[in-house]
């Protein structure tokens, strides 16, 4: 080809305009992805931010100049003698560091970290000098806040109380899903559209008779409230679990059919085995929702703290031990890294799941 | 008229029926009976304390102390000042997001789209404490201010003028959703699309002026219509981070804050009922409107008029 080597107007061949062509994309690449991973880094801080406090020393909060990293003042120990390192400006301009071995208001003694018997005096109150702050981890909040909010006994009623209405969901909206996704029916329709309008009925409007319903059966402060309503269905997945169903070819259940299955082995042999794509989202949505919940177990289980779950013990907590820094901030990431795994684990799920309710992907 | 063709079919209703039973079961329980009976209780004063239970009818006293509550007006106006400054983040902010991770340009897009997903699972209190970390007094934020020369950084969450800020910025974490749909409605715009634009000459902000804004009106009516219903329904986070007490100044008494005092520390069944009443018509009154204007602007790629 003639024209590969031909000098185009900007005095560029053919090859060195594709180089340049490329060399280009590759700059808008690195760039592109230097704002998003900026963007991505500033989204995050919080987090970061919440992990490097959990990990501080409650000294470290109070005390001025100290790192936004988690630290401790660096010092020295001799013997059974320990010796805190300072930044101490000298008479020339410069400054240094230098342990401190006898601290007065007028003066103080200090010495070279490295050979602690070349003390000297210096003029100055030992107060104005600043920490020397080196990097250390305060693992020790986690341990002390997994005994004062007992944590063992939060997670496990989270836990309880998540897998038991996960089951609960899964089971009752696949029979209902399969309901109305393979069955004529008079009225289908119309039950079909009512269930979708539930969906933006706001829980304010049902929440006090339901309290009262609740309150007297004698379900407040038990775990019923929360886990009864799961075995009846919610419209979100039911609609969710329908919209698979339907993708699921006809001709698979009329097969099974022929050979005299009835329609419950058809769901258990032809639909389940095809859907696990849904059903593992239904899952991961429900569990993850169950154990960030917040409203229902603050409403139903206020007077019983030893059956709350995470989030409410957190806020309880919170309240709490607000002034000491770093216990707050370790229950939280002890409260939130559950579902984050979990999210990681089934990332796929989660995002198919999300784009099938819009019915974007029908 | 003959309800079924055939045996066959009434067989098969009957199995319907079955399936769909704990549903039918639900709606009545938890929907249909709540329903009606928070209607009616908006026209009795009711008292539940201890094991006596008292209902007595009142008429149209509830609703007429609504109408003279000043309280409750404030609380209305508070929750939709919220949500004239809530909904437009709530809405760009998500759309420029997606638009950055449907880059080609990007490199690992995967990645990044799980990252910005993430925190949309992180329980909220979790969330609330992060951000109450961040936007202390001596936090970070203010920390990068005085760097940036600013000499008196805000209390967030204690200055009148900043919590509403201050709650956006908290209420950004949860825009993992709102991105992927977005994205998935940016990935649904065909690509021949922007070839024959590219051939005409358009540029980028042409391009997505002229075709993908309009392509995703869909995407954008769906984020609104939640995004609406989510601040007229505001109520957890607030209710968190100032203990529900409306500091500072009243500035965070939302309606489903009052609501739930109402209830639930005032004992007043019969007055909550006819707030969450209220709440419910603001909410049917802006979907319907939402739905009004829906055919003017929003473009169904499938749709036969």
Not at chain 1, 172 to 179: D, I, K, N, Q, R
Not at chain 1, 187 to 211: E, N, S, W
Not at chain 2, 210 to 221: A, E, G, N, Q
Not at chain 2, 270 to 291: D, K, M, P, Q, R
Request: proline share 6%; charged share 15%; with cysteine.
């Amino acid at each position: 080809m003639t024209t590969m080597a031909t000098v185009g107007k900007d005095g560029l061949t053919g090859a060195e305009r594709k180089e340049a062509k490329h060399r280009k994309t590759t700059r808008r690449r690195i760039l592109t992805t230097f704002v998003v991973a900026i963007l991505t880094f500033v989204f995050f801080a919080p987090i970061i931010n919440l992990f490097s406090s959990s990990l501080k020393d409650p000294d470290q909060a109070v005390a001025t100049g100290a790192p936004i990293w988690p630290a401790r003042p660096k010092s020295i120990t001799v013997g059974t003698e320990t010796y805190t390192i300072y930044k101490v400006p000298l008479e020339d301009g410069t400054v240094k560091e230098f342990a401190l071995i006898k601290s007065g208001r007028q003066q103080s003694t200090l010495a070279d970290p490295l050979d602690l018997t070349k003390t000297f005096v210096w003029k100055g109150s030992w107060r104005t000098l600043e920490n020397v702050w080196e990097f250390s981890f305060a693992i020790g909040n986690y341990g002390a806040v997994w005994k004062l909010i007992n944590f063992p006994q939060l997670l496990f009623n989270t836990i309880v109380i998540a897998i038991v209405g996960t089951i609960g969901t899964v089971l009752s909206c696949t029979l209902v899903a399969y309901g109305f996704a393979r069955f004529r029916f008079p009225g289908r329709d119309r039950l079909f559209q009512v269930m979708v309008a539930t969906i933006f009925i706001p829980g304010t409007v049902t929440l006090i008779p339901t309290y009262i319903l609740f309150l007297n059966l004698g379900w407040i402060g038990t775990w019923l409230p929360l886990l009864v309503p799961t075995f009846v269905a919610n419209a979100f997945d039911v609609f969710l679990m329908r919209q698979y169903f339907l993708t699921i070819p006809r001709e698979h259940d009329e097969a099974a059919q022929i050979e005299g299955a009835s329609p419950m082995e058809i769901l258990r042999k032809v639909i389940i085995p095809q859907s696990w794509p849904v059903i593992v989202a239904v899952t991961i949505f429900h569990f993850v929702y169950s154990w960030n919940d917040y409203f229902g177990p603050l409403i139903y289980l206020a007077t019983k703290p030893e059956l709350q779950p995470l989030g409410v013990g957190l806020n309880r907590f919170s309240g709490i031990y607000y002034t000491r820094a770093g216990y707050v901030e370790a229950a939280t990431i002890l409260t939130l890294i559950i579902p984050v795994i979990l999210f990681i684990a089934f990332q796929r799920y989660f995002v198919r799941g999300v784009v099938v309710t819009t019915g974007l992907d029908k | 008229m003959k309800l079924f063709a055939s045996s066959s079919a009434r067989r098969e209703a009957k199995w319907a029926y079955a399936f769909i039973s704990p549903w039918i079961l639900g709606l009545v329980v938890f929907t249909a009976f709540p329903i009606i009976a928070s209607l009616l209780l908006t026209f009795f004063s009711a008292q539940l304390t201890g094991d006596s239970r008292n209902f007595t009818f009142v008429g149209l006293d509830n609703w007429a102390r609504f109408f003279s509550d000043e309280k409750a007006w404030a609380a209305l106006g508070v929750t939709l000042r919220f949500m004239l400054l809530s909904l437009p983040v709530g809405l760009f902010i998500p759309l420029m997001v997606a638009i950055l991770l449907n880059s080609k340009a990007l490199i690992a897009p995967g990645l990044f789209r799980v990252l910005w997903f993430l925190p949309y699972v992180i329980p909220f209190v979790a969330g609330v404490v992060a951000w109450r970390g961040v936007l202390g007094q001596d936090g970070p934020v203010n920390g990068v201010l005085h760097l940036l020369g600013v000499e008196n950084p805000p209390f967030w969450l204690n200055d009148i003028g900043w919590i509403y800020p201050a709650l956006v910025l908290m209420g950004i974490w949860g825009i993992g959703s709102a991105i992927i749909v977005y994205l998935a409605g940016l990935g649904g715009v065909p690509t021949e699309l922007y070839e024959a634009a590219t051939v005409d000459g358009a540029g980028w902000w042409s391009s997505f002026r002229h075709i993908t804004l309009p392509m995703i009106t869909p995407v954008i009516f769906y984020n609104l219509v939640l995004g609406i219903a989510g601040s007229l329904q505001y109520f957890l986070v607030p209710f968190v981070v100032n203990g529900g007490n409306g500091t500072p100044g009243g500035s965070t008494l939302f309606f489903n804050i009052l609501q739930y005092k109402t209830f639930f520390s005032y004992q007043d069944p019969g007055y909550g009922s006819v707030l969450a009443w209220v709440l419910f018509i603001v909410t049917l009154f802006f979907s319907l409107v939402l739905f009004g204007t829906q055919r003017r602007w929003v473009y169904y790629a499938g749709e036969t008029k």
